[in-house]
DNA sequence: CGTACGATCTGCT
DNA sequence: GCAGATCGTACGA
């Protein structure tokens, strides 16, 4: 059911992004379980794609998880306030990784309540990146972290999406990317055909 | 050391 | 629709 090391080396980041809707991601933080299945998500390609950290080789403490093996998790702090969470995959010094933008809350769905202080478990718990995070209990201390070990993980639970309930769309809040800023890297599943 | 800005969200207009 | 929150990160002096 968890997905298995190789999956993550695959270097096709963009297929990945794709195949990634319709799993499931937990996290097990603070002795609670939580998580939910994958809806949106954003490839970002490498060393040639403008939009991500790593354009152009750009290495430094913070980039330097991403040009490890795929497999483990990326997490960054933004706009100030902020923890976003990635899956880096391709091989070793290779800097492709996936941002997970949304899932639909399905385990643990009080604790993403108590954590985010919302009160109405649906879709808005977890639409965002940056929600979706905090909801997950996800900070920097889960930077570079193992996706086969038990703090978080994605399960395939035979969820088959047709292509028909995929949207593509440009990536979120990077026009700085120039002409890469169009590229198509954004993965959305029409999330009300597979929750019952 | 100083400065500019961000793979966002919320609340108010 | 838009401004404000809020600070780590990157880069140049």
Known sequence: MKLPPPYYQSQEVVRLAKDLLGK?????INKTITGGIITETEAY???TDKASHAYNGRRTARTETMYQQGGISYVYFTYGMHHLFNVVTGKKEVPHAILIRAIY???GCETMLKRTGKQKINYQLTNGPAKMAKALGITK???????????IWIEDKGVSV???HIKSTPRIGIDYAGEDALLPYRFILDYKNYIS
Do not use: D, E, F, R
């Open 105 to 107: 809350p399905l385990t």
């Open 162 to 164: 047709h292509k028909n």
């Open 45 to 47: 390609a490498g060393v």
């Open 141 to 151: 201390k889960q930077n570079g972290i193992s996706l086969s070990g038990n703090l």
């Open 24 to 28: 499931y991601l937990y996290t097990h």
